[in-house]
């Protein structure tokens, strides 16, 4: 099983960036996709991007060119680059592990001048 912890979240102007963080437990990190999802009120979760373990990404529409998925094997951790931040990407951005079909607890980030 991993164990998944995301940080990062907090409130953000528009036109802004942010940095997500999920740190995840187990020896087999380095060779699983991990992903990222959001959900906003009132909505279904939606997938944003996801990275393999060698390191190809796939991103949604709605973010591509703005927000960069990458991973650091050493440490065991995944991250979400999100620039030029818009009120839309409000939401709970969780983490999830591919191979076990695991999920962090979820981190808010909100988008509100």
């Known amino acids: 099983q991993v164990q998944l912890v995301e940080s990062g979240g907090g409130l953000v102007q528009p036109g802004g960036s942010m940095r997500l963080s999920c740190a995840a437990s187990g020896s087999i990190f380095s060779i699983i996709k991990m992903g990222w999802y959001r959900q906003a009120p009132g909505k279904q979760r939606e997938f944003v991007a996801s990275?393999?373990?060698?390191?190809?990404?796939n991103y949604a529409d709605s973010v591509q060119g703005r927000f960069t998925i990458s991973r650091d094997n050493a440490k065991n951790t995944v991250y979400l680059q999100m620039n030029s931040l818009q009120p839309e990407d409000t939401g709970v951005y969780y983490c999830?592990?591919?191979?076990?079909?695991?999920w962090g607890q979820g981190t808010q980030v909100t988008v509100s001048s």
């Open positions: 999830y592990s591919y191979f076990t079909a695991s």
């Open positions: 990275i393999t373990g060698g390191g190809s990404t």
